[in-house]
């Protein structure tokens, strides 16, 4: 088992106060090796430790009860000791939620969904009831959707709309007060009329020129009020790969469409696309939907969804386009870029994020992204965190704020 399923920040690690430090690091390995011959530490459990136990094994323990394989590696045979029911499975999500803190119960209900193809049970309502929902969560039950009974559907929803009020109150705020800045910025004029002149900001911006023996600032740079920020309209076309492995980036950037959406100085549109193409802006007041209206998994045309985007930009030089996308391309690679070209020379602020998700560099294709990096489009994973400082830095028409280790 991996490091960041140690049992010693567990709620079960305070079972043993009166135990010494050397017997309490045993007994954090003996619940980390899952007991059997060869874990060598000769330990027993009991009582809560060896109820932590049983939830472990029933996930990471091997047929012949002789330990835990770590994720991702082979080894011998995996028992599927959670059972094939939803009310077994439905009580082990109940134990985890006991003995293990949120972020832990996440991963092992990632871990469950991947090692022992729980996935359709998740189809049914006492499943749903019983998860701890994340972003990755969603992202499973909306790959599932299309096979998703009635029955199941507004659980599922309501479990999706937690998730995404979760994640709006994280982000929201920040994103309106971002924005909204570098509207105001964008909307100040360098040459104004004397009546439209900011003194306070013009003062501000020429005390280099302070004249001691006049007393006087000669204000070489005016600064103008201009339009006010309410009055300056941008376009943003958030342009989302629905392939499988963007999961994640999708249910963002749903949130982050939604929050667009509701400034008045812009004026957002959201689109979808595997090899076809949705356009779900009527949808954008509610995430949920804009989620439900997803269909994640099938091939990749992002030439077809750039086409599509272009045809609905009327005002280029007031226009960010942000393609989000592992650049795994199946439709004509060289009219994408010819048509990423072409947004560009016409004035068009064009990104591409390779992810929009909080697990850094994700896969993704290097020579798409190479070259539309030579077209002065670079691609980078992007944070949730950092994504309004990118849109802020896209519609103020400045450097990119580009994570080095994570562009192309």
Known sequence: MSGDRTPGGTRGAETDTGTGAGDERLRRWRLVLGGGEADGTGRALTGTDAAMDGTLAALYGDAQGGGRNDRGRTGR??????????????????????????????????????????????????????????????????????????????????????VVEDLEKRLAGRTRATLTGALDRSARVTRPRHRDIDWDRTVRANLKNYLPEHRTVVPERLIGHGRSARSVKKDVVLCIDQSGSMAASVVYASVFGAVLASMRSLDTRLVVFDTAVVDLTDQLDDPVDVLFGTQLGGGTDINRALAYCQSRITRPADTVVVLISDLYEGGIRDEMLKRVAAMKAAGVQFVTLLALSDEGAPAYDRQHAAALAALGAPAFACTPDLFPEVMAAALEKRPLPIPEATSA
């Open 77 to 162: 045979d995996r028992a599927a000791g959670l059972g094939g029911s939803a009310p077994s499975v439905a009580r082990w999500l109940g134990d985890i939620r006991t003995y293990f803190p949120s972020s832990v119960v996440q991963v092992m209900q990632r871990d469950a969904i991947d090692r022992l193809g729980l996935s359709a049970l998740l189809l049914e309502p006492e499943m749903l009831e019983a998860v701890e929902a994340d972003v990755h969560l969603v992202g499973t039950f909306l790959s599932l959707n299309k096979a998703m009974p009635e029955t199941t559907r507004e659980t599922a929803r309501a479990v999706v709309r937690k």
